[in-house]
């Protein structure tokens, strides 16, 4: 039996793995759930999987969570740093970070200072502070074993391989809802266009990264430290059907993929019992379903936050956290209609071109620069709605 701590229990990621752990109760116990302001739904997680931990980020919806589980034996508390105070339980064996963006960085880097393996679905704490996340991993013996399906896959690929140098890894994307689209066309989309993605069912957020491709590019930064590689050994292919999550080729030339119907709870299962494998009632793909699986270069001319994400690893240091920064304010904009799908690029790159590039911060440094970037974003963004008005 393992205890496993869930991060972000309320989001697409958290309540497939709510569902794994459902099918699985003698292999899984939910130790603790959190939510940022999903009081309702904790509520009926908690009371469903009776935790030892339901934890509320949103501090103003505390008591409305305390009250409702007044009768049960699950400790209610609230706040980031009650967070990565609860990760640090004994009893805790894997902690699963699903928490969107840069809020996932604080409580991992305290999981992992407690010695807790990490299942991690939270992509940009390793895009932030990457150099500083696999450094405590390694003074503190402890795993990080890749949540997301691409890097999952790649993870799944080196099964083995340990001694057999890389050449590369080819990270496949789906291409989004608009797919073979120009810029006239991506001008003029909408909110409700890009929240339509065509092969996978996720969080507002992811979605819109994966339509915009800095999904993708976040994906290009994580795997640099997830696989200790360099920019020129990370490839990107666009594959529409999403049936190889992703493939990795060896010095001799060998290619090896993991292939597989797109199905987050695979890739979650398969952190939370690894080394093993069990057995599941998953639907099986069938290769007389899908007779042609297809590849093409992405556009980076016109998508190009997978160029920038490029650009942000070349350079290094906080760079790769202020586009980050800038790209969660500007989704966030974009999902209230405040910027425009383009003017999401414009907005990350003009941060990048403004924010001060530090080659080796520290934490507190990473820290800094999100906020700042924040702000910065923030201010392009109200001027980009006053030109645009």
């Known amino acids: 039996m393992k205890n496993i701590a869930i991060l972000g229990s309320t989001g697409s990621i958290g309540t497939q793995t709510l569902e794994v752990i459902e099918e ?3 292999l899984f ?3 603790v759930l959190t939510a940022y302001s999903n009081a309702d739904l904790l509520i009926a997680q908690s009371l469903k999987f009776k935790p030892a931990y339901a934890i509320i980020c949103d501090e103003q919806k505390y008591q409305i969570v305390k009250e409702a589980l007044s009768n049960t034996d699950v400790q209610v508390l609230a706040g980031n740093q009650a967070i990565c105070n609860a ?9 699963l970070t699903a928490m969107v963006g840069f809020s996932g960085l604080e409580p991992t880097i305290a999981a992992i200072k407690a010695g807790k393996d990490i299942a991690l679905a939270n992509k940009e704490t390793l895009v932030v502070a990457g150099d500083i996340v696999t450094s405590l991993a390694k003074q503190h013996n402890v795993k990080i074993l890749p949540v997301d399906s691409e890097h999952s896959a790649i993870f799944q690929c080196l099964a083995g391989e340990d001694h057999n140098p890389i050449e590369k890894i080819i990270l496949t994307a789906s291409g989004g809802p608009f797919r073979g689209k120009d810029a ?3 001008a003029n989309v909408t909110r409700e266009a890009a929240l339509k993605h065509p092969n996978w069912v996720m969080g507002a957020k992811i979605t819109i990264d994966s339509a915009s491709l800095m999904n993708k590019g976040l994906e290009v930064i994580e795997a640099k430290w997830l696989f200790d590689l360099s920019a020129d050994q990370i490839e990107v292919i666009v594959h529409p059907q999403s049936i ?4 990795v080729q060896f010095t001799d030339g060998s290619i090896k993929a993991q292939l597989g119907l797109p199905d987050m709870k695979l890739p979650i299962q398969y952190a939370l019992t ?3 494998r069990i057995k599941t009632d998953f639907k099986r793909f069938s290769f007389t379903d899908y007779p042609n699986l297809t590849f093409e270069q992405p556009d980076m001319a016109n998508f190009r936050n997978l160029s920038l994400a490029y650009k942000a690893l070349d350079m290094g240091g906080n760079m790769p956290c202020i586009i980050n920064a800038a790209n969660e304010v500007a989704v966030a904009g974009f999902l209230k209609d405040k910027v425009g799908f383009l003017g999401m690029s414009d907005v990350i790159e003009t941060c990048m071109e403004r924010m001060p590039h530090i080659p080796s911060p520290t934490l507190d440094d990473h820290l800094n620069t999100d906020k700042e970037t924040r702000i910065l974003a923030d201010n392009l963004i109200a001027a980009y709605g006053a030109v645009k008005a």
Do not use: M, T
Not at 87 to 95: A, C, F, L, N, T
Not at 244 to 247: A, K, N, Q, R, V
């Open 24 to 26: 699985n109760p003698s």
């Open 29 to 31: 116990r939910a130790y």
């Open 87 to 95: 990760v640090s339980d004994e009893h805790i064996d894997v902690v």
């Open 184 to 186: 006239q066309f991506l």
């Open 244 to 247: 190889i999550h992703s493939l």
């Open 274 to 276: 690894y080394p093993d």
